[in-house]
């Protein structure tokens, strides 16, 4: 478990800037949420972090160490993929154990510790099934298992819920706050969708255009919204809606 | 449509297998009991399948990290490379056999270079002592850009979140690699090494310049001759079939078929990462070597075409255009460019019909009926020319196709049916990326059925029926094993019948040299004009 830090962290892809000087605080154990429209730059920011892109500036710490120089597969973050990436040659059980072996732990205790990841998300009956064998909620169940398997120190979510329909995602959200009871892990959920970031997340990051725009409570963000957009984008419309 | 695949494919297959199962009217495998105990034939065999193995390895081993390199990572001359890997698939290495042959020889520049800068005393007879190796070598050559399409496909068809999901999960690159990369890739190489195994299996061009005689394909050549009187000839040309037809199916069953066995779609593509500069020059500078050593043999057909003589130096002395104007005013050579381009027309012009047809009928119809078409549509793949025109010979004897007579009906017919894959599939292509929902709406308005295909469907999808065709047209002029087999009389020699022709004359090297380079200009500005029009779709319409 580890807190993450961005100081002056910035990115462009060729001319475009997708993310200028972002600085926040991820603490221990927290359930935070990057929140925003689609292009602003929450994707890239959890991407930075899992350390599939690099910065042009500013630096990443997890658990207070300097990630410059660190590769993603010794980073100890997990990532959850909005399209699930599991692997199509492996089994459920394969794709849970399969980080596991790359951590060097014997067979034993790999599948002592895969079933439990299973038995956490409700899949224990799934072990040999392949992938394309269940739907896209029981996919991102897999791959919250395989991603629990590792005890990372913080978890990545990249709109894990964005391909699932409605009544699945309410049950999936439900999964994914027990899990973070459960775990006390620190969690890192990219969203666009403002009621989901309200309702799961101790604090709320809002991105808009690549920069930072307001970090605090759903209850500080809707009571006191620095600009108007971040009280048009999270208050006015749900109230509208309901 | 079906009429002209029955007459020109199913017939000619037909009476190919009556005639070397049944014996005076009756099944019997006598002739196969007959070659199979004939000495020679066996290790004939083995050995065409040896070399086709030892062809697919050498093309694995260049074609991976060179697929690798280019979906994966930014160098220097990238977008130049990506195009020129392709050259040696176009340059045909019937002709590039005839620059090995020079580069190569006694006392050809190879020797003559190594013999001047004193790293050796004696000239080494490299095609002497191995000519199985330089037939291989020469093949794969040709081969592997075939194998390096499909791996680069294969891999730009993974979802990068795969590979992250692993990196994620605490893997090595290298472990990232062997446990997901690969597997994921696998059927993909497959697929690509079964086709270059078939083409080294079948190819009769490069052995025949080597003069390599020890392989199945050249024993088929040579068999021609005495086929009404000798029926092993059919045997012989059932096995190679038989072959080819069982690796053509193993690479389709293990062919993934869409992005379904991907598992998910790819909503991720590679962003290809830049290497530094020190990496990166030395990627360009490895691809560099690679790329000259494979047209290497195209180079020196080039410099031959230009030399006025080419004896005893590195380089050839003086340079002249003689061997052009040569082969303008020689009657054999003229004529051969004339046929060729006729051919090549005429075949391209039936291609085109049935090819555009079929795929139409492919891409709209989704039941039976387009399955069954697109797979009888993609049958001609697993027929090699050889086996083709052997056949062609054998079932339109004496009739008004009769090629001993005029063999240009039966080579129109014969490229058109080995091309039909590829502009089939270029067709579909083109259809699938024309929604249907702009000919429903022309239908709305009142345009019947053959007004909405004219006026909006073929508009539309017109690039790549033309990238087909031109594909099919560069394909014929250069094609080998039915132009060698199927023409007889001079008069009616196509460009490679008249080079190989050319070969056994003293001067004929020049010359054949100056015709295969002018082949090579036309097929090399077709291809140009294909991939102008078909763009990135470029590498799909030569899958399987």
């Known amino acids: 478990m580890a807190s993450v830090s961005l100081e002056n962290v910035a990115k462009s892809y060729g001319a475009r800037k997708a993310l200028q000087d972002i600085t926040l605080k991820i603490e221990d154990g927290e359930f935070f949420a990057l929140l925003g429209p689609s292009g602003c730059g929450k994707t890239t920011l959890l991407r930075l972090i899992a350390g599939f892109l690099s910065p042009d500036a500013g630096r990443i710490l997890i658990a207070d160490k300097d990630m410059q120089q660190v590769p993603p597969h010794k980073r100890d973050v997990a990532f959850v993929f909005q399209n699930y990436a599991l692997w199509p040659h492996m089994s459920v059980a394969q794709n849970v154990m399969f980080g596991l072996e790359m951590h060097g732990l014997a067979k034993a205790e790999r599948e002592a510790i895969a079933e439990k990841a299973l038995a956490m998300v409700e899949m224990q009956g799934f072990w040999d099934r392949r992938p394309n064998q269940l739907s896209g909620g029981e996919q991102q169940r897999v791959a919250l298992a395989r991603a629990l398997a590792l005890r990372p120190a913080a978890m990545l979510l990249d709109e894990p819920l964005s391909s699932l329909d409605t009544k699945l995602r309410a049950q999936l959200r439900q999964v994914i706050m027990r899990l973070h009871e459960e775990t006390k892990l620190t969690m890192i959920y990219v969203t666009h969708d403002q009621r989901e970031a309200l309702a799961m997340a101790d604090r709320i990051a809002v991105l808009n255009g690549g920069r930072l725009c307001q970090v605090g409570t759903a209850d500080e963000l809707c009571r006191r919204p620095l600009s108007p957009f971040v009280a048009e984008f999270l208050c006015l419309e749900p109230l509208q809606n309901q | 449509m079906l009429l002209f695949i029955l007459c020109f494919l199913v017939y000619p297959l037909g009476g190919l297998l009556c005639r070397a199962f049944f014996v005076s009217g009756r099944f019997s495998l006598a002739y196969f009991v007959v070659l199979l105990t004939t000495p020679g034939t066996l290790e004939l065999f083995l050995r065409s399948l040896n070399l086709a193995l030892l062809v697919t390895a050498i093309s694995a081993l260049i074609a991976l990290p060179l697929a690798f390199a280019l979906s994966r990572y930014v160098f220097p001359l990238k977008g130049f490379f990506q195009f020129a890997v392709l050259w040696p698939m176009i340059l045909p290495p019937f002709v590039g056999a005839i620059g090995i042959r020079r580069v190569l020889a006694r006392f050809g520049p190879l020797n003559l270079l190594l013999m001047n800068s004193r790293l050796i005393d004696k000239p080494l007879d490299f095609l002497g002592a191995a000519p199985f190796l330089a037939v291989a070598v020469t093949e794969a050559l040709h081969l592997f850009p075939v194998l390096c399409l499909y791996v680069a496909s294969a891999l730009g068809r993974i979802d990068s979140s795969l590979e992250d999901a692993a990196s ?261 292509a ?115």
Request: charged share 10%; aromatic share 10%; glycine share 10%.
């Open chain 2, 168 to 428: 994620n999960a605490g893997a090595t690159p290298w472990a990232r690699f062997r446990r997901i990369t690969w597997p994921l890739i696998l059927p993909g190489c497959f697929a690509g090494a079964c086709l270059v195994f078939i083409g080294s299996l079948t190819d009769l061009g490069t052995p025949l310049v080597f003069d390599y005689t020890a392989l199945i394909a050249v024993k088929i050549f040579n068999q021609v001759d005495e086929m009404h009187v000798n029926p092993l000839g059919y045997a012989l040309v059932v096995m190679l079939l038989a072959a080819t037809l069982l690796v053509f199916v193993l690479a389709k069953a293990l062919m993934p078929q869409g992005t379904a066995a991907e598992g998910q779609k790819g909503n991720a593509p590679f962003v290809p990462r830049k290497l530094g500069i020190v990496s990166g020059l030395t990627v360009s500078l490895l691809l560099l070597a690679l790329l000259a050593i494979a047209i290497l043999p195209h180079l020196a057909v080039l410099l031959t075409s230009f030399a006025e003589s080419w004896f005893m130096s590195v380089l050839p002395f003086a340079y002249t255009l003689g061997h052009y104007l040569e082969v303008v005013n020689h009657p054999l050579t003229a004529r051969s460019l004339k046929n060729s381009l006729f051919l090549s027309f005429g075949s391209t012009l039936v291609c085109l019909l049935f090819g555009t047809m079929m795929g139409y009928l492919i891409a709209r119809n989704r039941g039976p009926l387009g399955r069954l078409l697109e797979g009888l549509s993609m049958v001609p793949l697993a027929v090699p020319g050889i086996v083709l025109a052997f056949a062609y010979l054998g079932a339109f004897a004496d009739t008004c196709f009769d090629p001993r007579r005029n063999p240009f009906p039966l080579l129109v017919f014969g490229y058109a049916i080995r091309r039909l894959p590829f502009m089939v599939r270029a067709a579909a």
């Open chain 2, 430 to 544: 083109g259809f699938e990326t024309s929604s249907i929902v702009l000919e429903e709406a022309a239908q709305s308005v009142g345009a019947g059925r053959s007004k909405t295909f004219m006026r909006i469907t073929l508009p539309l999808t017109y690039p790549y029926i033309m990238a087909g065709g031109i594909l099919c047209f560069s394909f014929a002029m250069l094609e080998v094993s039915e132009s060698l087999l199927l023409a007889m009389e001079e008069r009616f020699y196509p460009l490679s019948k008249a080079m190989y022709a050319l070969l056994g004359r003293p001067d004929g090297p020049f010359v054949a040299a100056a015709l295969g380079v002018s082949g090579m200009l036309v097929v090399g500005l077709c291809l140009l004009a294909a991939r102008r029009l078909l763009g990135k779709k470029f590498g799909e319409v030569f899958g399987v």
